[in-house]
């Protein structure tokens, strides 16, 4: 069992591992998994199922698809490590419930700023493609993209993974 | 003349220079070019001779757009290396086909695990853009991703290639 | 004040931070701004203006759209740091005024290859997402990955942002 930095984020594309990897890192601890993505359609549920039967059932889940700050700052078990799986879809959330957020993000980092327990965040990088044809679409990876940045100055540890392998972009011990 | 890993999987974007990179780690040895693409319209027809050009003569080339694994395990001079090129084309292939890809992407890993000879492989990455719109779209993007981290678990040296140049993923000696 | 390359190429995805990343590198010294975008549209204003409020009024400021090698040769300051952000608006400038982008490519190479001050220049990673469904799309694509892999090769240092961090991709003292 390797050391846990306090705060971990792991970016990556779709597909690219980061989920197994940000796993991994948690592995043969008790560990809660926070889940912001929910099962709308068979697609979702599919992909939702799917990390549950990988994780296994020692892991407690809780999903928490808007309310994302204020969860982590008052969890009942606050030492024990948590994997929020991912920003991308607390992003697209926050977006259709008409939330402001950069406002969520400031909170966020508030928390992440002085976690109680170790805390490994999970998050696409969604603008490494040509310009999107729509204005919500370039909305979405505007506030993906300074999410990712404003995330990446508070954590103590960042990675980028690629084929389920990781860079590290940042490691303050 | 570098020394060259036993297997090699070169990630990179669209006119990345990975081909190039590719290669590189080829020159001077006589390679085995393994096609997965098929000249069916101009501008593919375009592409692959712009990459036969810049290889020169010397090379050997093979044009296989389906059975990679067999063909792979049954070359006729199994200890020159060869330059798969690329393993998105093959995905691609293998959908339009109707073929299995996972199970196809095992065998795969299987000839890799043991192989005759260097192998080195070209593969995209494609998840670091929005969500394509089209279900097609994203199983393909899904395929992609799946094939790129079981390929590079088998390989020993797994490379990232950005404006021509690499960033070393993995590197067991 | 860290050592500044001679030429210093910025490579990441939209949001990325590479702008910002790019601007700290020349963080205490009197510079020049060379913006390749014009404020064609209210969106596009915003951003111009939102760059400029960060980087405050000790910057000069100069927009050339087209003739940016010619403009890097002739600047009327030549020892000034330069920032030239971005690459990428420059080759969609090229496109639409039907330029030969891969001409003009030769001449900045030319200008970078000897350069009379130092130049940060700022350009996207374009090709890690899907295949463009447009030859316009597959097109500009293709330039951008071409001028990033030209221009790489002449600079001294080049660097991939991601959430504001960077990875070295090559550094030549």
Redesign the interface.
């Known amino acids: 069992m390797t050391a846990l930095a306090v705060t971990t984020?792991v970016?990556?594309?779709?597909?690219?591992?980061k989920s197994g990897y940000a796993e991994g890192l948690l592995a043969g601890r008790p560990a809660l998994y926070l889940a912001t993505g929910q099962a709308l359609d068979g697609?979702m549920a599919e992909r939702i199922d799917h990390h549950r039967r990988r994780r296994g059932e020692s892991w407690s889940t809780l999903e928490e698809p808007l309310d994302l700050p204020e969860t982590l700052a008052g969890l009942p078990r606050p030492d024990r490590p948590v994997l929020v799986d991912c920003l991308t879809l607390w992003i697209s959330n926050l977006m259709h419930a008409g939330r402001d957020v950069d406002e969520a993000t400031a909170r966020l980092c508030q928390v992440l700023a002085e976690p109680a327990g170790p805390v490994v965040l999970v998050s696409n990088?969604?603008?490494?493609?040509?310009?999107?044809e729509t204005?919500l679409?370039?909305d979405?990876?505007?506030h993906?993209?300074?999410v990712?940045?404003r995330?990446?100055?508070v954590c103590r540890k960042?990675v980028?993974v690629?084929?389920?392998?990781?860079?590290i972009?940042?490691d303050v011990a």
Chains 1, 2, 3 share one sequence.
């Open positions: 984020l970016l990556g594309g779709a597909r690219s591992g697609e990088e969604v603008g490494l493609g040509l310009v999107p204005k679409g370039r979405f990876r505007d993906q993209g300074r990712n940045q995330v990446a100055a960042v980028f690629a084929a389920g392998l990781p860079l972009l940042k």
